[in-house]
């Protein structure tokens, strides 16, 4: 995705660039042709920091919620057209059970396949209410930190930017031989 493009786009709508960047975000949340990190550095960077997460949240939230209400509405067979199956077996325990805390957690964790996990939790027992606010509060540090990287990269701020980075990857490194550990001493 060619960011200058994309900013041209926007800036020709006018004051409905707002609502372009809402659409773009909730898009890529259900098409997923552009990957959401992308979308969301480019929330920070056309935006700002405030604005950039205010506008990201609203469009993956919209998003989100399209994905769960269609797996509601349509269910299985539906959802199996565009989940594949050894997906949906290894997310199973998710359906059967509530899980909210876990749920929340896959929601945190960078990389876990969020947009295809609005369409199986929509098959499972959460409300729309509990999704929405699991989804949209699990969502809000990832998109947090991305909003914070395009705005330091729009201010020129490269070595806020690097601390950032370098913050976030201790991070969750710390977390990766947190559960490894975990792993370790609870299997023997």
């Not at 939230?61 to 797996?71: E, P, R, Y």
Request: charged share 15%; net charge positive; aromatic share 14%.
């Amino acid at each position: 995705m060619d960011r200058e493009k994309v900013k041209g786009f926007l800036d020709s709508l006018g004051p409905f660039s707002f609502f372009g960047f809402i659409l773009l975000q909730a898009i890529q949340v259900i098409a997923a042709p552009i990957p959401g990190e992308v979308t969301g550095f480019l929330g920070g960077f056309l935006y700002g920091t405030v604005l950039g997460l205010v506008l990201s949240t609203i469009g993956l939230t919209i998003g989100s919620f399209f994905n769960f209400w269609v797996s509601k509405t349509f269910g299985s067979p539906l959802v199996e057209k565009l989940v594949s199956k050894k997906t949906m077996e290894r997310y199973d325990y998710l359906l059967h059970h509530k899980g909210a805390f876990l749920v929340f957690l896959l929601f945190l964790i960078p990389g876990a396949p969020k947009d295809i996990l609005c369409y199986i939790l929509g098959l499972g027992h959460l409300s729309v209410k509990e999704f929405l606010i699991i989804s949209t509060t699990g969502r809000f540090a990832g998109t947090l930190l991305l909003t914070l990287g395009g705005s330091f990269i729009r201010h020129h701020q490269y070595y806020r930017f690097s601390m950032l980075l370098g913050c976030s990857h201790h991070t969750l490194l710390q977390c990766y031989f947190q559960c490894l550990r975990h792993q370790l001493f609870s299997s023997g």
